[in-house]
């Protein structure tokens, strides 16, 4: 198992909602930038970024195609980012990744995949009827 692991993926219709977590097993959690990437099939080269969160949690941005319908939040106390996601699509179908970013207290949070050094290994999500 590698330092971030992440959990809360399923199957899911159309309109539901799912909860994914990630728990980061390292140390100084509380100091760095988070997010939430996801893969669709056929992109296996792209990870594109859905959700991001800063150190301190005050700086949040989330993806056009999701915005209004998912909610990141982190618990410094815990190790652990959430993504609460509802409205779920059919386009929503995605391996879903967490990742963080190693550049220690920063309010700015990347969208670029390149930026995050540290990744989970992912938690399928099925959105179909």
């Known amino acids: 198992q590698g330092r971030l692991v992440e959990s809360g993926g399923g199957l899911v219709q159309p309109g539901g909602s799912l909860r994914l977590s990630c728990v980061d097993s390292?140390?100084?959690?509380?100091?760095?930038?988070m997010g939430w990437f996801r893969q669709t099939p056929g992109k296996e080269k792209e990870r594109d970024f859905v959700?991001?969160?800063?150190?301190?949690?005050?700086?949040?941005r989330y993806a056009d195609s999701v915005k209004g319908r998912v909610t990141i939040s982190r618990d410094n106390d815990k190790n652990t980012i959430t993504l609460q996601m509802s409205s779920l699509k059919p386009e929503d179908t995605a391996v879903y990744y967490c990742?963080?970013?190693?550049?220690?207290?920063?309010?700015?949070?990347?969208?670029?995949?390149?930026?995050?050094?540290?990744w989970g290994q992912g938690t399928q999500v099925t959105v179909s009827s």
């Open positions: 959700a991001g969160i800063s150190w301190r949690g005050d700086n949040k």
């Open positions: 390292g140390r100084f959690f509380s100091t760095y930038t």
């Open positions: 990742a963080l970013d190693l550049s220690q207290g920063q309010p700015i949070v990347p969208v670029w995949s390149g930026d995050y050094d540290y």
